[in-house]
């Protein structure tokens, strides 16, 4: 068990309601930090009700004045953050040539830009305290390509190579930076995305499904028990490292 304090982007839904809840669970103090508030009070309430300990907290990670201004609500709220979870992630699926720069901007914005903001924001803290677990998430698509998602696996990438990077020059200072990245996994966003594909939904889920050796999708709760290891006291010793929690997808 744990009270350290944790701030998870896009906290409310999908794989970061999976994060949130699964950090309550295990003690900590959570900052659901999501653009969608609403959603956010939801989670955080329910996380109350079920005896751990959150707050909702506003967060839009393309924009730097948000991002520092939810650092120090949290603080406020609950005091130095301790670990920080950058999950908040947005895609879309069609080729790369269908693509246009607008397109591309977006998706650097939040899914590589926006864990940049954040973790300029948080870790200066946690190299002052001398602790600190910084969680990337990336995805399989960084490491081995994704059909449809040219320019989000490219971000992805980008994270996987950041974090490494950013361990290396925070490896003396008592703060870990580790990135955990999920294959296929079942939530609302990834089945809008298959809806939008122009293709037919479940025949995309289960193409997705197939190419899997475990033949099933991820759920949220597959990809938080890895967050809450590299957020562990135990895990102190790990650093830089990439985890895939993809059912055998990749093997690398």
């Not at 300990?53 to 991002?67: F, L």
Request: glycine share 12%.
């Amino acid at each position: 068990m744990s009270n350290r304090i944790a701030l998870v982007t896009g906290g409310a839904q999908g794989i970061g309601e999976g994060i949130s809840r699964r950090l309550a669970a295990a003690g900590f103090r959570v900052a659901v930090a999501d653009l969608n508030l609403e959603a956010a009070q939801q989670t955080a309430k329910e996380i109350v009700a079920a005896g751990g300990e959150a707050v909702a907290v506003p967060i839009d990670v393309t924009d730097t004045a948000a991002v520092r201004t939810a650092v120090e609500r949290t603080t406020a709220e609950l005091g130095p953050i301790e670990v920080v979870v950058n999950n908040a992630g947005w895609d879309d699926f069609m080729t790369f040539l269908e693509t246009d720069e607008a397109f591309w901007d977006k998706i650097l914005d939040i899914n590589f830009k926006g864990a940049l903001r954040v973790n300029h924001a948080v870790v200066p803290g946690m190299i002052e305290r001398g602790f600190g677990r910084v969680i990337n998430i990336g995805s399989d698509a960084g490491r081995v390509g994704s059909s449809l998602e040219a320019v989000y696996s490219g971000a992805k990438g980008g994270i996987i190579a950041f974090t490494k990077t950013l361990a290396r020059e925070v490896a003396t200072k008592g703060v870990t930076v580790n990135t955990v990245c999920p294959g296929p996994t079942d939530t609302p966003a990834l089945r809008k995305f298959a809806n939008n594909s122009g293709q037919d939904a479940d025949k995309v889920l289960g193409g997705m499904t197939r190419a899997v050796p475990m033949k099933r999708l991820a759920s949220p709760a597959d990809v938080a028990a890895a967050v809450a290891f590299f957020a562990s006291d135990e895990a102190g010793y790990v650093t830089g490292q990439t985890l895939s929690v993809s059912g055998g997808l990749t093997m690398a």
